[in-house]
């Protein structure tokens, strides 16, 4: 059990980096979602990312029906294909996200060792939570909170 000063600084800390996965969010061309995540290991960004188009494809995301392509990268996925292309470890990190992953994402976190999992919204299907939560992975909800409230 975490005594109550540790927990408040874990608290703390969750939030800044849910913030800045916010920030990041950013990034994305995708125009009905944006979506930011952070991976940290021993309060270090290790890898980051956003939902956008794989290298070198347009920064399109949307069809002209306003559907999400298909081939549209998640911000989860990003994060950690980009960790693994930097021959950095995510086993024991925490992944922070601006919403709830989905299955698939679910699915590399588990297979990452990614091992917690701070989100704000969630997405409108659960079963990445639930798969999540099947693996023992820590799962978080933090609602965002506005700026001025920040410390």
């Not at 952070?38 to 890898?47: A, H």
């Not at 024991?92 to 919403?99: D, F, H, I, K």
């Not at 704000?120 to 659960?126: L, T």
């Amino acid at each position: 059990m975490q005594n109550p000063e540790n927990h408040k600084k874990q608290q703390l800390l969750d939030r800044r980096y849910l913030d800045m996965a916010r920030i990041w969010a950013k990034n994305s061309y995708c125009q009905r979602r944006q979506v930011g995540a952070l991976l940290v290991k021993d309060k270090m960004i290790i890898s980051d990312g956003y939902n956008g188009t794989p290298s070198g494809f347009e920064n399109i995301c949307e069809d002209e029906n306003n559907k999400t392509k298909p081939y549209v990268l998640h911000a989860e996925a990003n994060a950690i294909t980009k960790v693994a292309q930097s021959g950095n470890s995510s086993r024991g990190a925490t992944l922070y996200v601006t919403s709830s992953p989905c299955l698939e994402c679910a699915k590399l976190i588990i297979q990452a060792g990614i091992c917690r999992v701070v989100f704000s919204e969630k997405y409108r299907v659960e079963d990445g939570i639930k798969l999540l939560e099947r693996a023992k992975t820590e799962v978080v909800q933090l609602e965002f909170r506005d700026p001025e409230e920040l410390p």
